[in-house]
C-alpha cells in the first residue's frame, strides 16, 4: 500500500479516515456485542452449580435409602429374636418339659437371646440415628438444590435482559455502520476491511502526541499532516494501520 493515498472527493469535504475511524469503533462494537450475546448464550446454557446440586442430592438419597434398609433390617431381625424368645419361653413354662437337661437349655437359650436382642436393639437405636441424620441431609440437599434452581433462575432472568437490550441495540449500530460505509469509496472500504482483518480488528489508528496508537512508533510531521488531510489516506510505516488525527 502507499504511503499516501489521495482520495476524489465530490460534494462536501469529508474526513475519510475520520469515517473510518468512525466505522472502526461501530464495527468494534458490534462484534463485542456478538462476543457478548454468544457468552450469554453459553452462561444461560450452563447448568453445573444444579447439575452438581443434584448430584449431591442422588447421593444424600442412596445414602437415605441404604440406612432406612439397614433399620428395616435391623427390625426385622429384633422382630424374629422376640419371636422366638417367646417361643422359647413358652416351652420352658409349658409344662410339658421334664427334663432337667431340656430345661436348663432353654433357660440357657433364652438368655441367650436376652443379650442377642438387647445387642440388636442397641445397633438399631444407631441405625435409627443414623437414618435420622441421612433424611435431614437429604431435607439439606433439596433446600440446596432449589436454592442454586432459584439462583440460576434469576441469573438467566437478568441475562436475559441484557440479550434483548443488545438485540435491540444491534439493528441502530448496524445502520450507523451502513451510513458510514456508504461514505467510503468501494476501494477505501475494501482496505480498510482487509486491514480490519489482518490487523486483529484494528485498521485504524488514531495519532496520539506525534506517534501511532496502535503500534508507538513516532511518526514524522508529514505523515501527521497526513493523517489531518480530509482527503488523504496516511498509514503508518511501521504497521501499516490507516492514520487518523483529529
Known amino acids: ?53 443434584n448430584e ?35 416351652k420352658l413354662f409349658s409344662g410339658k418339659v421334664r427334663s432337667p437337661k431340656e430345661l436348663q437349655d432353654l433357660q440357657a437359650e433364652t438368655q441367650a437371646l436376652d443379650r442377642t436382642i438387647a445387642k440388636l436393639e442397641d445397633e438399631q437405636l444407631q441405625a435409627m440415628l443414623a437414618h435420622e441424620e441421612t433424611m435431614e441431609a437429604v431435607r439439606q440437599a433439596e433446600a440446596d438444590l432449589q436454592k442454586v434452581r432459584d439462583q440460576k433462575a434469576s441469573q438467566n432472568s ?40 489482518s490487523k486483529g480488528g484494528r485498521a485504524v489508528a488514531d495519532v496520539h502526541e506525534d506517534t501511532c496508537s496502535a503500534c508507538g512508533v513516532t511518526l514524522p510531521p508529514a505523515d501527521i499532516q497526513a493523517a489531518r488531510s480530509p482527503n488523504v489516506i496516511a498509514t503508518c510505516k511501521n504497521c501499516g494501520r490507516i492514520l487518523y488525527k483529529s
Do not use: W
Open 158 to 197: 437478568l441475562l436475559l435482559g441484557e440479550k434483548h437490550k443488545i438485540e435491540a441495540e444491534i439493528p441502530k449500530v448496524d445502520a450507523q455502520r451502513q451510513a458510514l460505509r456508504e461514505q467510503l469509496d468501494p476501494e477505501v472500504f475494501s482496505v480498510y476491511r482487509a486491514l480490519l482483518k
Open 56 to 90: 449431591r442430592l442422588t447421593e444424600a438419597r442412596e445414602s437415605d435409602h441404604s440406612a432406612e434398609s439397614l433399620l428395616k433390617d435391623m427390625a426385622a431381625q429384633v422382630q424374629e429374636k422376640k419371636l422366638k424368645r417367646e417361643l422359647t419361653h413358652s
Open 1 to 53: 500500500m502507499l504511503q499516501y493515498q489521495q482520495i476524489a472527493s465530490s460534494g462536501a469535504a469529508m474526513n475519510v479516515s475520520f469515517t473510518l475511524f468512525r466505522l472502526q469503533a461501530q464495527d468494534s462494537l458490534r462484534m463485542k456485542m456478538n462476543a457478548r450475546l454468544k457468552e450469554i448464550d453459553r452462561m444461560i446454557a450452563e447448568d453445573e452449580d444444579v447439575i452438581r446440586a
